[in-house]
Every structure is written in C-alpha cells, then in structure tokens.
C-alpha cells in the first residue's frame, strides 16, 4: 500500500515550494519531492536576486497577477518576519518606441501604474551612474525591485513544513501514472526511494519539465527549450554609487530582442549584480549542461558595464550559471494536463518568472481544491498552442 496524499507536487524549486506553502494553508495534505536539495543552485533560482515590477512590457494580461503577487510576497514577509522583497524602484532604458520602454509605458498606462517617462537629460540627471544615448528614454516605475529568491524558497519550504506539509530533498520522481479504481482515478508516483500515491499531482519541474511531461509534445506540439544563461559580479570602482537606496533595478535594451539588467548591491553577494536577458541561446540538457564559464562569455558580459554602467566597471568577483526553460511564445504555461484533469502542469517560465512564485502558487493551490483554475491565468493556458490560434 504506498503512502497516499491529497497532492503531490513534483520539483520544490520557487513554483513548487509556493504551491506547497499554499496547499498546506488550505490544510491539504501534500508532499513535495525535490530530487536535488531544497534550495540549489542547479536550476533557474538560485543567484540571490530576481527582479520584480509591474508594468509589464511582456503582455498586459500580466499586471493583476502581479498586483496579486506582491500582495502575497508582503503577506509572507509578515507571516515569516523575514525580509524578501527589496521595493527599490526601476528603470527601464532604451528607445521610446521599443518593447521595453513602448511596452512598459503601454502596460502602465492600461492599468493605471505609478510611473514617470524620463528623457535621456533627465535620466542622467538622476542617475549620472548611466551612459546611454541622447535619443533613448527611461521607463521609471517606483514598485518594481527584487526579491531574494533563495531566502524565499526556503521560506515557502520551511512555512510548509511547519504547517504539516512533508518535503523530501534528494529525491526524485522517476515515474508517474494515473491508476483508475472504483473510488475514481489517482495517481501513482515512484521515486529513487519509494512510492506514493494522490488524488492531485501538480508537475513544478523547471527546466526538468520537457523530461517529466514528454508527452505534451502530443498536445500541439508544444516544445520547452532549455538554454543556459550567465550572470556576473563586479566590485564598482565607485561603490557608494552603487549601495541599496542609490540606484534602482534597472533594465537597458539590449537591442537583439533582450534586455541588460542589473541590481544595487545588497550584500548577499558582495558587488554589482548584472546580466544579459536572451532566451535565444542553443537548447541544452539540464543534467548534462556545462556549468564551465567560457572567455567569450566572460568577455560578453564584461562588456555590459564598461558601455552602460562604467563606474561599477571593476574587478569581477563572480560568474554563475543558470537555466531557463522557455516556451514556444515565452509565456507561462499554467493548466490542467490535457489528458488527465487531476494533473496540473505549471513550466515554460521563459527566464521572466520568478517574481510571479507567490501567486502562482496559490492558483495552483486553489486549482487543486476547487478543480479550476482562476480565470485570469486563461492566457496561459495550452489552448493558446492548439492548431489554428494565433499566439500571444
Ligand atoms: C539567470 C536568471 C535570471 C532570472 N531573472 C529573473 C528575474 O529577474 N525576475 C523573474 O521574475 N524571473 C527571473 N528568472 C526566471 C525565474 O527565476 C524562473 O522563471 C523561476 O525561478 C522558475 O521557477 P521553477 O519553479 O519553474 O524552476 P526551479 O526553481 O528550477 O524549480 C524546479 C525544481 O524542480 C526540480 N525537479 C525537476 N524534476 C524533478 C524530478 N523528476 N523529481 C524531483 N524534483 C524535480 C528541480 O530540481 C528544481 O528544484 C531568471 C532566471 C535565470 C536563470
């Protein structure tokens, strides 16, 4: 007789240990199994920042998520009296008719969200700590900012636990089938240490997902690219430019379809953090990825500060590896499994989902209780991928 749960999730990266917080408030009884250890730094959220902001250049239809997910991140702050949301302000630079700065200005205005456009003279005025060109503008939103993705994991995991939840590190799923008995169909979970059994399962495997749900390339053909991306450190030459409370988040377009971005320093990490945003990269294997930094990229990323930001052009201190697992359009993909109603399936974060952790969870969580999924998730769902519908 295997160990039988209400709900099992599978993978407790940020998606999964939210929806385990939250199935564990609702008095559910869950399991989440986690096949490396709770908090890693092996799939997409680990790197001791993530960027948070509400004017979303993305796709509109995003903004009440997120008026919802800072209200979840607040509430969790509260409850666990530990700091994870750093409201610093952001600005987005670049060319005014572009996604990030049009989009940003077009999601804002839609939705009512605080924000000043900025001419480069002004912008530079206020921040002397950029360099960019007379023509581009900036984007300035006071809400947005960052969350430590790694305190907030833990947290969600620890909160769960304390609440009843039961989570296993090391331990990962290997197989999964749906059983059909007289008392209606649950689901059966192996593992490399046993096997469970529960009414629900919801599938949070990051960049594992393509591995765990193989089969969705038979709903609509829907392919999830994995790429590897690298974020660096570097100690400012001018530090106090540089501290929490000086400057913003801050996003640069990057003109190829990305975006460079930053943060203050807030010492998790000592120095600047600061990347390049381009989920175009080669598709990679997750457990085969290199984790090796190369020249090229040191010298890539490098190249960021000494164009934008030459005051925090320094020593480097650290580069780091991450993955994304990115979806045909670059959207979220949150539903039921099309083939089985009782599964639900939350992947394809494509490098922008971090911030969206709280409140995913809880549409997942009430999903699970309610059998439906929240209505203002419906454009992330696969329907969008069926023969015939136009994307977005
Ligand atoms: C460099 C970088 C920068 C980013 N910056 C931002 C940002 O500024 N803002 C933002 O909002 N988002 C950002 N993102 C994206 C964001 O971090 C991700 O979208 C988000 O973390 C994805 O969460 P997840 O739960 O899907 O994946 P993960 O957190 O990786 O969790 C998936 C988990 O499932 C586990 N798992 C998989 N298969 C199994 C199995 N078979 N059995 C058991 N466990 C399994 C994995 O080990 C993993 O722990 C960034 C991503 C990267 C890589």
């Known amino acids: 007789m295997h160990k039988h749960f209400d709900v099992i999730v599978i993978g407790v990266g940020a998606m999964g240990a939210a929806t385990c917080f939250h199935l564990a408030k609702r008095g559910v009884k869950v399991l989440?199994?986690?096949?490396?250890?709770?908090?890693?730094?092996?799939?997409?959220?680990?790197?001791?920042?993530?960027?948070?902001r509400k004017a979303y250049f993305e796709h509109p239809n995003y903004v009440p998520l997120l008026h919802r997910a800072y209200a979840l991140w607040e509430a969790l702050e509260e409850e666990s009296g530990r700091k994870l949301l750093h409201k610093?302000?952001?600005?987005?630079?670049?060319?005014?008719?572009?996604?990030?700065?049009?989009g940003a200005l077009a999601a804002a205005e839609l939705h009512g969200l605080p924000h000043e456009l900025l001419a480069a003279e002004e912008l530079r005025k206020r921040w002397p700590q950029f360099v960019v060109?007379?023509?581009?503008?900036?984007?300035?939103?006071?809400?947005?900012?960052?969350?430590?993705?790694?305190?907030?994991?833990?947290?969600?995991?620890?909160?769960?636990?304390?609440?009843?939840?039961?989570?296993?590190?090391?331990?990962?799923?290997?197989?999964?089938?749906?059983?059909?008995?007289?008392?209606?169909?649950?689901?059966?979970?192996t593992t490399d240490a046993g096997t469970y059994a529960a009414g629900r399962l919801v599938f949070c495997g990051g960049p594992w997902s393509g591995k765990l749900l193989a089969d969705l390339q038979e709903f609509g053909g829907i392919t999830l690219?994995?790429?590897?991306?690298?974020?660096a450190w570097a100690w400012p030459k001018v530090p106090q430019d540089f501290e929490l409370g000086r400057i913003p988040v801050w996003g640069i377009d990057s003109m190829d379809g990305g975006l460079y971005y930053g943060f203050p320093m807030h010492g998790e990490m000592p120095g600047v953090k600061f990347a390049h945003h381009l989920p175009t990269g080669a598709a990679v294997d997750p457990d085969a990825v290199s984790r090796e930094v190369t020249a090229a990229e040191r010298a890539g990323v490098k190249g960021i500060l000494g164009r934008f930001l030459p005051g925090a052009d320094g020593e480097l201190l650290a580069i780091k590896t991450c993955l994304y697992t990115n979806s045909p359009d670059g959207h979220f993909i949150i539903d039921a499994h099309p083939a089985h109603?009782?599964?639900?399936?939350?992947?394809?974060?494509?490098?922008?989902?971090?911030?969206?952790?709280?409140?995913?969870?809880?549409?997942?969580?009430?999903?699970?209780?309610?059998?439906?999924?929240?209505g203002e998730a419906a454009f992330l769902g696969l329907a969008r991928f069926a023969p015939g519908r136009a994307p977005g």
């Open 341 to 374: 109603t009782g599964v639900l399936v939350a992947c394809g974060f494509s490098g922008h989902g971090f911030k969206f952790a709280s409140v995913i969870g809880e549409m997942l969580a009430d999903a699970c209780v309610t059998g439906r999924m929240n």
């Open 225 to 231: 690219k994995v790429t590897r991306q690298v974020m």
């Open 88 to 102: 610093v302000g952001g600005i987005f630079m670049g060319p005014r008719e572009r996604t990030l700065v049009g």
């Open 133 to 189: 060109p007379d023509d581009w503008h900036g984007f300035y939103e006071p809400d947005s900012g960052f969350l430590l993705p790694e305190r907030a994991i833990g947290t969600y995991a620890d909160m769960a636990m304390r609440r009843g939840s039961e989570i296993h590190g090391q331990e990962a799923a290997c197989e999964w089938r749906a059983d059909r008995g007289p008392a209606g169909v649950h689901y059966v979970v």
């Open 32 to 52: 989440g199994l986690e096949q490396f250890d709770i908090v890693h730094a092996r799939g997409s959220s680990h790197g001791y920042s993530r960027m948070i």
